[in-house]
């Protein structure tokens, strides 16, 4: 049997693999297009313009300042996929460290770690996000800290839960007989065992990350205006809802879309990378 019609027929039996992925390509090139191309100035204010209907001129019609919304859209989606894949990267990086060290070393280091995990755990993500960004100040790099921070306790976990079992495996007792150091030890043989369910993780968080970030610019927290993301796009247009609809539906649409395909493909990754389950397939 071929690679190809093996994976032909693992798509066959996934379909929301092929659907998530689908969503999640559609969503990088809308970004990529929104940071190198817009077809207007999405800044650019046009009054006589203003809640004009879809177009030829305006596909999905102007805002209630005269902008193209699709120009918007796109560089909306530039903006929060960057911020979401910056987070999820701080949170995933920093995370793993802490975890690492925490269910490698055990003893004090983990139950100093573990301890402060806890701490930050016990808030909810988002009203820890709205502290910080209560003190830091409303800004791209101010929403990156404060959701990293967030997010960043259950990578602690998921990858201390991982190491704990991986420490006793044999191959980590090898390397130890071998006279290789803890260091070597952990970043060597402990840590890519530990990919699997980061890699599950991470994919989920990105849609966790891009949900808050859109509740955060919704509430006024997030990037300032007029600087476009999908969730202060969503809360411009709640005064004009009923003579301008498409403000509203366009960048809910894009933040379900989102969130459907980030879903749909860290479910088929879990049920790929996970051997229990990939046994009952």
Not at 56 to 85: K, M, N, Q
Not at 186 to 201: D, E, G, S
Request: charged share 10%; hydrophobic share 50%; net charge positive.
């Amino acid at each position: 049997m071929t690679a190809l019609p093996s994976f032909l027929r693992l798509r066959r039996m996934q379909p929301n693999a092929l659907l998530g992925g689908i969503l999640m390509l559609v969503l990088g090139l809308t970004a990529l297009t929104g940071l190198l191309w817009t077809p207007y100035d999405p800044l650019k204010i046009n009054i006589l313009q203003r809640l004009a209907g879809p177009s030829a001129a305006h596909w999905l019609g102007t805002d209630e300042f005269g902008r193209d919304v699709l120009s918007r859209l796109l560089a909306g989606a530039a903006t929060s996929v960057w911020i979401s894949l910056l987070t999820v990267t701080c949170a995933v990086t920093t995370g793993t460290l802490f975890g690492l060290s925490a269910g490698f070393l055990r003893g004090w280091p983990d139950r100093i770690i573990m301890a402060c995990n806890d701490a930050v755990l016990a808030f909810p993500g988002i009203l820890l996000a709205l502290g910080l960004l209560s003190v830091l100040g409303a800004s791209k790099y101010g929403i990156i800290l404060a959701l990293s921070l967030a997010y960043m306790p259950s990578v602690v976990r998921v990858v201390r839960g991982a190491v704990l079992s991986l420490r006793e495996r044999e191959f980590v007792e090898a390397s130890r007989v071998m006279g290789n150091s803890e260091l070597y030890t952990m970043l060597r043989h402990v840590l890519p065992n530990c990919t699997a369910p980061l890699i599950v993780l991470a994919t989920s968080m990105f849609g966790w990350v891009l949900l808050s970030e859109s509740a955060l610019s919704f509430l006024g927290l997030g990037v300032p205006p007029p600087a476009p993301t999908w969730g202060n796009m969503l809360a411009a247009s709640r005064p004009y809802i009923g003579q301008a609809v498409w403000l509203g539906i366009l960048p809910g649409l894009c933040i379900s879309l989102t969130l459907l395909g980030a879903n749909l493909l860290g479910d088929a990754l879990r049920d790929h990378l996970d051997p229990r389950l990939r046994g009952l397939k």
